[in-house]
């Protein structure tokens, strides 16, 4: 039986032979150079962030993520899902995500200067938190 008709950008042949995408080359190679600045732009845009992140620390201006961490696991139960640490037009935060003994992700702000909680966001976050022992 022979194969369907199907438009050159979707040939994909069973003989090996080579599969037209239907854009023109030199299209091609523009979009896949684009592409390859951008993915090296974010990469040493990270590599920036990451040094950036590793001095305020280092002159003490932020602190650990260590200290961030052991702060989580003493104020609330469940397990870390992520740590971000951003600095966008304002103080240095840290983003916590938290999944919860019951499942759901609880989102927690952390102000990177001192460690202190800024916000707490999610169902079942009140349940997650452990009490407090005076």
Do not use: N
């Amino acid at each position: 039986m022979p194969e369907p008709s199907l438009s050159s950008p979707f040939i994909a042949r069973s003989d090996g032979g080579a599969v037209s995408s239907g854009m023109d080359p030199c299209l091609r190679l523009s979009f896949l150079a684009v592409a390859l600045v951008l993915a090296c732009g974010a990469a040493a845009r990270a590599d920036d962030d990451h040094a950036h992140a590793r001095a305020a620390s280092e002159a003490g201006q932020i602190v650990s993520l260590q200290a961030i961490v052991t702060r989580v696991q003493a104020e609330f139960t469940g397990s870390l899902v992520a740590v971000e640490l951003e600095e966008d037009d304002a103080p240095w935060i840290y983003k916590v995500k938290l999944l919860t003994p019951a499942g759901a992700i609880v989102k927690l702000e952390y102000d990177a200067r001192d460690g202190r909680l800024l916000r707490v966001k999610g169902r079942d976050a009140e349940p997650a938190r452990r009490q407090k022992h005076d």
